[in-house]
């Protein structure tokens, strides 16, 4: 069965400073995998996908995500991060059946001015 | 576009009581889930239906009941609220037919059993 670990519970980084989130999947065949950002009290958005093709993806809000497969990891970054960041983020894979997904426990990020 | 709406936003509860959460999606996905999220334990897949009529056990399906009658509308039953059950749930959706198509997710329902 697959699965992700997000070894970071909670990462403290000051406005502007660069930023990097770790995910590691679980996964027998080539994975579909998502960042999503939760804000609080909202839902979840998603800001990039992987799932072939160039390893390196853009997402929206600046955010990028490098897939490798060696590492079985697809970390996320940002050069540069707003207080608006601020959030929570979630790594999840996806398997080809219903679309279905299977997300990590999360990365809270506090953005200190 | 509303996208995905679940209603309602916030509900209290009394143990042994029955209730039943909505998921509307106007985006003419083929496919819904429902999750619950608990802290610490990111999101969990409660059920899910790949079509109108169909529904499938997810990872924490017990003590849940779920109906797709129609197409934009995905039903999330309890039928003897626990404790247990106190959290957040969320409905998403998905256009279907390939593992990358992302999920489209609701603002959630916070449920909280007493």
């Known amino acids: 069965a697959q699965s992700v670990t997000q070894p970071d519970i909670h990462i403290t980084v000051s406005e502007g400073a660069s930023l990097e989130l770790r995910c590691n999947y679980s996964?027998?065949?080539?994975?579909?995998l998502f960042w999503y950002v939760q804000s609080p009290g909202q839902g979840l958005q998603l800001l990039l996908k992987?799932?072939?093709?160039?390893?390196l993806v853009q997402g929206i809000k600046g955010f990028e995500a490098e897939f490798k497969r060696s590492q079985s990891s697809f970390n996320l970054r940002k050069p540069s991060v707003h207080w608006s960041d601020a959030a929570e983020y979630f790594c999840?894979?996806?398997?080809?059946?219903?679309?279905?997904?299977?997300f990590g426990t999360g990365t809270r990020l506090q953005v200190t001015l | 576009n509303a996208g995905v709406t679940q209603t309602p936003k916030f509900r209290v509860l009394k143990t042994g009581q029955s209730m039943t959460l909505l998921c509307a999606q106007d985006?003419?996905?083929?496919?819904m889930y429902w999750y619950r999220q608990d802290p610490g334990m990111g999101l969990r897949l409660i059920h899910y239906?790949?079509?109108?009529?169909?529904?499938a056990k997810g990872e924490v399906p017990d003590g849940y009941n779920v109906s797709r009658l129609k197409k934009q509308n995905f039903l999330l039953g309890l039928e003897s609220a626990a404790p247990s059950q106190t959290s957040v749930y969320f409905c998403?959706?998905?256009?279907?037919?390939?593992?990358?198509?992302?999920?489209?997710f609701g603002d959630g329902t916070r449920l909280s059993i007493l």
């Open positions: 999840a894979v996806g398997t080809g059946t219903a679309s279905k997904l299977t």
């Open positions: 996964y027998g065949a080539t994975p579909y």
């Open positions: 992987y799932f072939s093709g160039d390893t």
């Open positions: 985006m003419n996905h083929e496919y």
């Open positions: 239906s790949v079509g109108e009529g169909t529904t």
């Open positions: 998403a959706s998905n256009q279907g037919g390939q593992g990358h198509q992302p999920q489209h």
